[in-house]
């Protein structure tokens, strides 16, 4: 069994930055693909980036792409999301998941431990 906890969410306004963090303890964390999934009010959760278990493979959602940088210390057991230059298109809930469960990175379907979330809410 892996617990993940999530923090650093806020209120930030647009063109700002926040530092995402998903601690997980339980065995595994150093062999998990892990990633970030957001969730808009009414609206699907959708991928927004993940990280292999040596911390050097890394996938983004195209939104992000250029601003969003995922990243992972074993050592601490936590992952990390730097988010520069937000959008209000990037509010939302932000979940970190980890284990995946078959080749498909993207899917929420494919993860089997889910943190809580936390906020993020960017005002223009």
């Known amino acids: 069994q892996v617990h993940l906890e999530e923090s650093g969410g806020g209120l930030v306004q647009a063109g700002g930055s926040l530092r995402l963090s998903c601690t997980a303890s339980g065995r595994g964390f150093d062999v998990a693909t892990m990633a970030w999934f957001r969730q808009a009010p009414g609206k699907e959760r959708d991928f927004v980036s993940a990280?292999?278990?040596?911390?050097?493979?890394?996938y983004y959602a195209d939104a992000v792409k250029g601003r969003f940088t995922i990243s992972r210390d074993n050592a601490k057991y936590t992952m990390y999301l730097h988010m520069n230059n937000l959008k209000p298109e990037d509010t939302g809930v932000y979940y970190c998941?980890?284990?995946?469960?078959?080749?498909?990175?993207?899917?929420?379907?494919?993860?089997?431990?889910w943190g809580q979330g936390t906020q993020v809410t960017v005002s223009s």
């Open positions: 998941a980890s284990h995946i469960r078959s080749s498909d990175i993207y899917s929420s379907g494919s993860y089997l431990y």
């Open positions: 990280v292999g278990e040596n911390g050097r493979s890394t």
